[in-house]
Each structure stands twice: as structure tokens, then as C-alpha cells.
């Protein structure tokens, strides 16, 4: 790996915990979240949530507790605010930071143990940052914190003061990366992968809106979404958002929408949470088993809406030379991660990848003018077929098409337990027919 | 031939253990080599004098094909050789017959001019030269009758008709034939050392304005392309795809950025991505088949096949050298040639995957790595010679110029 210089540390290795107190501190201002909270350490406000001494059962405590903890404690928590001097609540932090991190190392496995992860994303433990906020700036502060599921931006093309907000909430976010599925010295993202970079950022949008708890004069549903935009925008900054993961959040959206107003804040909570749970096990993780020919690296493979692959570079060029040799090329992709954007070229949308295999002495020659994308468009008649949790067509752009987005997006009322009878629906694929 | 074998045995043992790499200099040496063959051949009574010149390179050539059967370049030049032999035998045959060629009924011109000077200009040679070996046609059989027939004759019989200056023409022809194939064989390697300067002035014609041009690994010939280009003031930039596993793309980015041309360096696989927005494909070869297919460093099929699919022109510069007149289906060209898999894998990581075999004792883990790529000759745009350019469907008129056909397989006549 090639030391740059905006990377202040070197990142950890999954499972890997460098202790806090050998981290660099972040600076004290950080412009780029000025605009979602204080970050510096001045401002008590932050501080408040770490402030909190953590309750006995915290590493085995379950969400029930932590909820009813949360509901209670909103009055209560602020008198004690001046009490605590900075390097007190630092030591507090630290603590609580490493039992939560302990905890949710145990609870989180990586997406290929779905089982794992089915059973145990319930026990997520809550550090005593289950705190309170009067308002929601300092709820979109410490959940944004929480929310660093982002990986570590590529190194040359992102600005500096990015990574710096990072570092003071790395705990989560590292617990987040146990889930990482790649070492670092081979892509630039912590986090890489389509399905991991979803999942992660579903689980912390998970923990965000355990929580999360409502101002009593405010109405759930809005602030959810408020702040579900607000942490999307984050996340954007952060990199831009994979296809996955744009399906995600509309789905999110969604549920949040079709939440009655009638229920109480714990019971939307409740069923917000599960949606998610569901999501991620029925789209990813099943969709995931279904696929049973796998004939290529799923790293990263969506479709857009004339057919065309949208996957990791060098797909185009492999799609390409097998079908001038008369080669099959199979397509195996969830179906959530379809999409209605059609694309022509891979230049329009893309990301930069870091260069490799450059001598050093040769990237200064060069003045680093070098361009690597990271993703390209392999065009619909090089795939022979395409493969979802659905079903098999060798017209990709037909089942891109026919497959209902709407319900990608619009679940409430639908039995999550279709999926079943979506498979018997769609087999008629399979013998190489196509919708109409 | 003693004096020259060691000369022989040491160029036979540099070519296969490959320390002289690259079409260039092994054309070149190659050519040197067999000029010190001929200069020290002895040349025996004046029957068949060139067959038996051409035998003794033949015997040589052979020897050099075998040592490096991937490096075409040498076949190239040692049948290069032998057609400069058949032909200057055939031009000092024609001076032979001139004489013959006077009773003769014809309006060509060239016969005219043989009338007029004994000494023949180089271009009366080598159309005299380009007759006697085309096939029969119509208009062979109306211009050239008198010469056909006397080229199948040996030297002896023509030289009887003649009589009276074939005694003391034997030797003078002897030494004219060698020096003369001698002569031709320095302007071959003047040929081969300038190649760079006639295919870098089409540069102009090719470039214009604002051109984005993709290439691919490291070509001697198209950085001296580019370089052109720049000095005659193109605006143009170019994106090098790096060329795995040599890498050999970094280097001529290196080399672009030192003469002032804006260079991006881009992998093997983004070349998919990036070739929307490129205006031209320009690459080197390692060698021209006669049917206008490339050989041509690995990855070179998946860009012609990409620039293909984006109607980008797909330009091969190439110097005569490399211009080879076997077909990809003939048995005696090996296509390919694979390298040792430590440019792709590090031993130390995978000494363990390689000890696992299956039932029949063959490894699990298997590492390719080939040198070279074909191109067929639909995905050629253009082949830029050092004498102009051409277009793939051309190429066997230029093969026809500078080879004969029985010498496509070289080896050696058995001695009468």
C-alpha cells in the first residue's frame, strides 16, 4: 500500500482494535459538519450522550432495556451536563467505546453468515450513549457519529477535512467495518462491496433510530425523515451511494412514510427496525442462496434499465472478448439491485479508483496523471443471461423492466413471505421466454 | 563456410536464450549476420552460383529460425535475403540476356531501355525481377516471352547464346552477383535502422487537432509516431494502458511526458471504460501476417475488439521487418509463447498451492501467462508503413514485393 498523506493513521484490520488513546486527535473545527453539529469538543452538547454513566448491564443488555432506558432518561440527563469536566467525559467516552466495540464484535459477523447475522443483529447491545437530546441537531450529531459506516474515501479525490470528523467516532464505525470483507491494501474503501456497504449502512441506520427518540411536541415521522435525508447527504459526501444502497434508503423512506401515526414511538421503532432486518435478510442474504450458479465475483454487479451491467472495471472488457469467442456470459444479481437509470458510457457516473502497480518513482514522473475508474458498463448484448433471485431471462433489459419496482420500494401491507410465490410467478423465465 | 559458424553459433545462442529481444534489433543483427555469411562464402564454378549462395543462407537461416521460432523477424529477414539473391541473380542473368531480348517483337519500355545501356538502373532490375516472378497472364505472356524462359535456364546456356563475353563475364558475374547482393543487403539494414523516420512522417496526415489517442503497452515505433506529431505542433493526448503484467505502458508514459504530450496511464481492464471518449487507436506489432492479422503484446485483441465496437480506427504502425509472409494457419508460426507465471503470482504466496495435485499428478493451480495476442485482420483499420499506408486486405501485394514464394519454408535443399 502506498502511504498518502491524507490518511492520518493506517486503518485497522477487521478485528483489529487499536486502542483509542493511540489515535490522533481530529481538529478542533471541522467545517464540513458544522451544518449537522459541533464536533469539537467545546460544545457540551455533543458531549452529553458520552457524559452518561453507563448502566450495569451494558455489554449483555438487550434492546428493550436500552429502550425503556432511553424513554426515561430524556429529563433527567441534562443537569448533569456541567458537572463533567472534558477530560472526564473523554475517559467516559473511551470506556463505553470499547465495552460497545467488545459487544458488538461478538454481535456482528460478516453478510456471508446470515444465519449470524439473522440471530444476533437483536442483540446489539446499547453503550450508555442511549442519552437523550433536546433537539435534533445534537440527535443528528451523535447518530451521525454512529453512522460512519462509510469507508475511508479514496485517497486522492476527497477533501482532507472528511476523514478528519471520522476519526473521533471510530468505534462504531470500526465495529461496523467487522464486516469488511476485504483487507485495505486492496481497495480503497474499508467497506467494499455492494451488498456490504447496504447492509452496513442499514445496521447503522438501525442503531440510529434505536437511538433515535422523539421530542415530545414533534411527530416521529417527520424527523425520521429529516434526518434520514441529512445522513444520506452524509453518506454522499462520504462516497457516492451504490445502486444497493440508493434502493435501500427508498425503501426506507417508505416504511417511514407508512407508519401510522397512531403508534406510539417504541412500536414504530420496533417495526421500522425489523423492516430493516427483513430487508437485509430476504434481499441480500436469501437472495444470496437463491443465486446458486455463481459464476462470477459478486462483488459488485447492478443492472440498469436498458440491460445494461453496471459491475467493477474490467467486466466490460472479459463480457466482451467471451462473447467474440462465442463464450456464455451468466450475470448473477440480486434483484434489488436493479435500476431505472439507463447509462450509455462509463465515464458519466463513476468513481476513481486508486492507482496500483505504479513504481513510486515513475507516479512522480508522471505528475500522477493517472485515471482509473473503478466501475464501467458492460452493454446488454455482451450478456447471454441474466440471473436474479427471481428468475433467469436472456433479455436483460425485459427483466429489468418487468420486475415490479414499485414494490421494491412500496412494502407496507405486503407480506414479506411472497417471495416464494414471486419465484413460482417468474418461472416461466426460465425457459428462456420473455415478459410481456 | 568455418570462418563465419562461430559468428552463426553465437547469434543461434543469444536468440534462444533470448538476450537480443525486440523486432528491431533482432532484424538487424540478423541482416548483419547473414551479409558476413555471404561475404565469406565461397563462391564455387559458375553453375548455380546463386542457388548455391542462396543454399549457404538457407543452411544459416534454418539454424536462426529454430533458436527463436516466436521472433518472426528472423524468418523475415533471412527470406529477405534469399529473395535479394534470386533477384540479383536474375537482374545479372538479364544483363546475360540482354542481347535476346533485342530480336524480340515488344513495345514495352523496359526492354527498350535494356537495349540502351548495358548497366541496368535498380528499378528496370527490380521490374525486371517483379516480371519474371509474376504468374503467367496475359499480359506476362505478351511483354515478357523472351525473359521467362531464359530465367529457367542456367547461367551456362545463357551464356552460350551469347558467346563471345561469357568467358570472361563468368567471373566478373560471380563477383557482381555477390557484391551485389552484398550492396542490397547493407540497403536492407539501412532499411531496417530508418524505418522509424518514413512511418513517423505520416504521423501529420493521421493527427490533427485536439485528437485523443489510446495505446497500449510500449512501442518504440509509435512513441517516434507521437513524437512527430508533437514536433509538427498536434494538440493531441494520449492514454496508455499500462500493459500487464511488463508494465511496459509506464515507461513510454514516462517517455511522452518528457517531450511535453499530455498522458494518462490507465489500466488493462479500464481500456473499456475510457475508449468512448478516444478518437484513435495507435499500437506497435510484433509481427504482420501475410493476411493482415497481428501479433501483437497480450491485450491487444480486447482493445481492437473495443475500439471496433466504438468505431474508433485501430492503427497498427509497423516497419517492413515485422511484415511476415506466412499465414496464422501455417504449422511452422507459433502464435504465442508463454513466460513463467512469477510475473503474475509471487512464488513465496503460492508455493503451497502448486505442491496439490489431482489424481493424475497435474497441478490444481495453473498460472497462464502468454505473450502475445492475435488480431485478425477485420479489426485492422490501418497498417502505416515505412512505405505508406496500407490497408490488412494489401498486405500480401507488399509480401509479394519482398519475398518469393518457394522460400516460405526455409530449409536447406539437399546439395547435389
Not at chain 1, 463505553?96 to 444465519?115: H, I, L, M, P
Not at chain 1, 454522499?236 to 427508498?250: D, T
Not at chain 1, 439491485?337 to 512522480?364: G, P, W, Y
Not at chain 1, 447471454?384 to 414494490?407: F, H, K, N, R, W
Request: some cysteine; proline content about 6%; charged content about 25%.
Amino acid at each position: 500500500m502506498i502511504p498518502t498523506p491524507d490518511r492520518p493513521r493506517p486503518p485497522p484490520r477487521p478485528g483489529v482494535r487499536v486502542p483509542h488513546a493511540l489515535l490522533p486527535r481530529p481538529p478542533v473545527s471541522s467545517s464540513r459538519l458544522d451544518a449537522l453539529s459541533d464536533l469539537d469538543g467545546d460544545d457540551d452538547d455533543v458531549d452529553v450522550s458520552w457524559a452518561r454513566p453507563p448502566p450495569p448491564a451494558l455489554p449483555e443488555s438487550i434492546k428493550v432495556n436500552l429502550t425503556e432506558t432511553k424513554n426515561r432518561g430524556d429529563p433527567t440527563s441534562v443537569p448533569q451536563k456541567p458537572k463533567l469536566s472534558k477530560a472526564e467525559r473523554r475517559a467516559i467516552q473511551e470506556a463505553q467505546r470499547a465495552a460497545k466495540a467488545a459487544a458488538k464484535e461478538t454481535g456482528v459477523k460478516s453478510t456471508a453468515k446470515a444465519s449470524d447475522v439473522n440471530t444476533k443483529m437483536p442483540k446489539q447491545p446499547k453503550a450508555g450513549k442511549a442519552s437523550l437530546k433536546k433537539d435534533v441537531s445534537q440527535a443528528n450529531a451523535l447518530v451521525a457519529s454512529d453512522k460512519k459506516t462509510d469507508e475511508h474515501p479514496p485517497d486522492k479525490d476527497r477533501k482532507k477535512d472528511v476523514p478528519q470528523p471520522r476519526m473521533q467516532f471510530d468505534d462504531l464505525h470500526r465495529v461496523v467495518k467487522a464486516k469488511k470483507r476485504l483487507d485495505f491494501n486492496i481497495c480503497p474503501g474499508d467497506i467494499s462491496g455492494g451488498n456490504a456497504r447496504c447492509i452496513a449502512m442499514l445496521l447503522a441506520f438501525r442503531e440510529a433510530i434505536n437511538d433515535y427518540s422523539t421530542p415530545a411536541e414533534k411527530i416521529p415521522v417527520e424527523i425520521l425523515l429529516l434526518k434520514s435525508s441529512s445522513y444520506v447527504s452524509f453518506l454522499i459526501e462520504c462516497r457516492p451511494l451504490s445502486i444497493s444502497m440508493g434502493n435501500a434508503i427508498r425503501f426506507l423512506k417508505n416504511r417511514i412514510t407508512k407508519l401510522a401515526l397512531a403508534m406510539s414511538e417504541s412500536e414504530a421503532k420496533a417495526s421500522l427496525q425489523s423492516d430493516i432486518d427483513r430487508f437485509i435478510n430476504e434481499k441480500i442474504i436469501v437472495a444470496d442462496k437463491i443465486l446458486v450458479q455463481t459464476l462470477r465475483d459478486k462483488d459488485y454487479c447492478a443492472v440498469l434499465s436498458n440491460g445494461t451491467v453496471y459491475s467493477r472495471v474490467g467486466t466490460a472488457s472479459v463480457a466482451m472478448v467471451a462473447h467474440a469467442f462465442g463464450v456464455p456470459v451468466l450475470i448473477c444479481c440480486e434483484a434489488y439491485k436493479f435500476h431505472e437509470r439507463v447509462q450509455l458510457d462509463s465515464i458519466c457516473f463513476n468513481e476513481l479508483d486508486a492507482v496500483v502497480h505504479v513504481s513510486f518513482l515513475t507516479l512522480l514522473i508522471i505528475k500522477s496523471n493517472s485515471c482509473t475508474c473503478r466501475y464501467d458498463i458492460t452493454p446488454s448484448d455482451y450478456v447471454s443471461m441474466l440471473i436474479t433471485d427471481y428468475g433467469m431471462s436472456a433479455s436483460p433489459a425485459q427483466l429489468v423492466g418487468c420486475t415490479d419496482m414499485e414494490y421494491l420500494n412500496h412494502l407496507a401491507g405486503i407480506n414479506f413471505n411472497f417471495l416464494p410465490a414471486r419465484i413460482a410467478v417468474l418461472a416461466v423465465h426460465r425457459t428462456g421466454s420473455h415478459v410481456h | 563456410m568455418p570462418d563465419v559458424q562461430p559468428l552463426v553459433s553465437d547469434f543461434v545462442l543469444k536468440l534462444k536464450r533470448r538476450k537480443v529481444e525486440g523486432s528491431h534489433a533482432v532484424a538487424r543483427q540478423t541482416a548483419e549476420l547473414l551479409r558476413s555469411v555471404v561475404s565469406q562464402h565461397r563462391m564455387g564454378s559458375s553453375a548455380n552460383q546463386a542457388a548455391a549462395l542462396a543454399d549457404a543462407v538457407r543452411a544459416v537461416g534454418e539454424q536462426l529460425i529454430a533458436a527463436n521460432p516466436i521472433e518472426l523477424a528472423v524468418g523475415n529477414i533471412v527470406r529477405r535475403v534469399l529473395h535479394i539473391i534470386k533477384e540479383e541473380d536474375i537482374s545479372s542473368t538479364a544483363v546475360g540476356i540482354e542481347g535476346l531480348s533485342v530480336t524480340v517483337d515488344s513495345d514495352d519500355e523496359y526492354d527498350r531501355e535494356d537495349d540502351d545501356r548495358p548497366s541496368l538502373s535498380a528499378a528496370v532490375l527490380a521490374a525486371h525481377a517483379r516480371n519474371a516472378l509474376r504468374a503467367p497472364s496475359l499480359q506476362t505472356l505478351l511483354e515478357d516471352i523472351p525473359v521467362s524462359p531464359a530465367i529457367s535456364r542456367t547461367a551456362s546456356s545463357t551464356g552460350d547464346s551469347d558467346g563471345k563475353s561469357k568467358s570472361a563475364g563468368d567471373k566478373t558475374s560471380t563477383r557482381k552477383l555477390k557484391h551485389d547482393v552484398i550492396a542490397a543487403i547493407g540497403d536492407l539494414i539501412d532499411e531496417i535502422d530508418s524505418c522509424y523516420e518514413p512511418i513517423s512522417e505520416q504521423a501529420v496526415e493521421l493527427i490533427h487537432q485536439n485528437e485523443v489517442i489510446l495505446t497500449l503497452g510500449r512501442s518504440r515505433t509509435v512513441k517516434e509516431f507521437l513524437y512527430a506529431a508533437k514536433e509538427k505542433k498536434r494538440s493531441f493526448r494520449v492514454f496508455v494502458a499500462e500493459g500487464a503484467p511488463r508494465y511496459q505502458g509506464h515507461v513510454l508514459a514516462k517517455e511522452l511526458v518528457e517531450k511535453g504530450v499530455q498522458t494518462t496511464v490507465i489500466t488493462d481492464s479500464a481500456v473499456f471504460a475510457m475508449i468512448s471518449r478516444v478518437n484513435m487507436v495507435i499500437v506497435g506489432a510484433h509481427a504482420v501476417m501475410a493476411n493482415g492479422g497481428v501479433i501483437a503484446p497480450v491485450g491487444m485483441n480486447m482493445v481492437a475488439l473495443a475500439a471496433q465496437r466504438h468505431a474508433v480506427p485501430f492503427v497498427v504502425v509497423a516497419g517492413s521487418h515485422k511484415l511476415c509472409p506466412l499465414y496464422p494457419h501455417n504449422p511452422e508460426v507459433l502464435l504465442n509463447e508463454l513466460k513463467s507465471p512469477s510475473d503474475l503470482l509471487d512464488f513465496g504466496e503460492f508455493s503451497d498451492c502448486m505442491n496439490f495435485s489431482t489424481q493424475d499428478g497435474s497441478p490444481l493451480l495453473n498460472v497462464v501467462n502468454p505473450t502475445f495476442d492475435y488480431v485478425p485482420p477485420k479489426l485492422v483499420s490501418l497498417f502505416v508503413t515505412d512505405t505508406g499506408g496500407h490497408s490488412p486486405s494489401y498486405m500480401y501485394r507488399l509480401i509479394a514485393e519482398y519475398y518469393s514464394a518457394d522460400d516460405l519454408v526455409v530449409r536447406r535443399k539437399s546439395t547435389a
